[in-house]
């Protein structure tokens, strides 16, 4: 009963100081995202979106030696959180990048291992949401190439993703969650104003030219096509 007459940060506090691994899960939770926005008081463990001025300060370390390790998305996938403490159980470390997120499932863009990475290739751009051709990057804002997750590695319930499904990626697991206008690519004279990283304006342009110019002509075709689907006999 003692303890719960203690503001609860300083319950995080000692209980962080007291901890082998600490662990946090979900945006919130790891950037402050959603209450921070309201709230410039309002901080996560170790960051502030990305900067490091979290409650438990930037050097903070648990007594097995590492920084808050950071499960980040809105929501975080079950199976990057499950395999993470059996890799601190079984390893005692896990490898991070510089937002504290472990890089075995933060290394991938969104965009690795989507079933429209051809589309994307070949600037062939989707029609309309939840259809299964087309990539969403071009006009619907898909995040995708910019967005550090495993999501179409390793996928939820073991069959989807929200790019698998027709939706664009919002870049749930990035320090910069939510943004306005989830459903729309901002442009910049017909050019999508954020390239993915270390493409140049100049390369994307080059590439854009070519890939429009010589695009197979089976990705502008639907994938299933209703129209010719023969009727099943009748008996
Ligand atoms: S839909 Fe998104 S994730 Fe998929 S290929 Fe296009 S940009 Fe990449």
Redesign the pocket.
């Known amino acids: 009963m003692k303890n719960l007459e203690k503001p609860f940060y300083e319950i995080v506090r000692e209980l962080a100081n007291l901890s082998d691994f600490v662990v946090a899960l979900g945006n919130c939770a790891v950037y402050g995202n959603i209450p921070a926005l309201k709230d410039e008081k309002i901080v996560e463990l170790q960051f502030r979106f990305k900067e490091k001025e979290g409650l438990l300060g930037k050097d903070f370390r648990s007594k097995r030696g590492l920084p808050v390790v950071n499960i980040s998305g809105c929501p975080a996938h079950p199976e990057w959180f499950i395999n993470t403490l059996l890799e601190l159980k079984h390893r005692g470390k896990v490898p991070l990048d510089e937002l504290g997120r472990p890089k075995e499932f933060y290394a991938y ?3 690795d291992g ?4 051809q ?2 290739e070949w600037k062939v751009e ?1 029609e309309e949401l939840g259809t299964k051709e ?4 071009y006009k619907f804002g ?4 910019l967005t550090h997750s495993s999501c ?1 590695r390793i996928l939820w319930n073991g069959v989807s993703s929200k ?1 698998r499904s027709g939706q ?2 919002f870049g749930c697991t990035e320090f910069d969650f939510p943004r306005e206008n989830l459903f729309e690519t901002k442009l910049n004279m017909g050019i999508p104003a954020e390239l993915p990283p270390e493409v140049s304006l100049r390369a994307y342009i080059m590439m854009a030219g070519v890939a429009k110019t010589f695009t197979p002509k089976r990705l502008k075709r639907k994938l299933i096509d209703e129209d010719n689907e023969e009727a099943p006999n009748e008996t």
């Open positions: 863009f969104t965009h989507c079933i429209r990475v589309y994307y989707a087309g990539c969403l990057f898909c995040r995708g190439p179409n790019t664009p990626c």
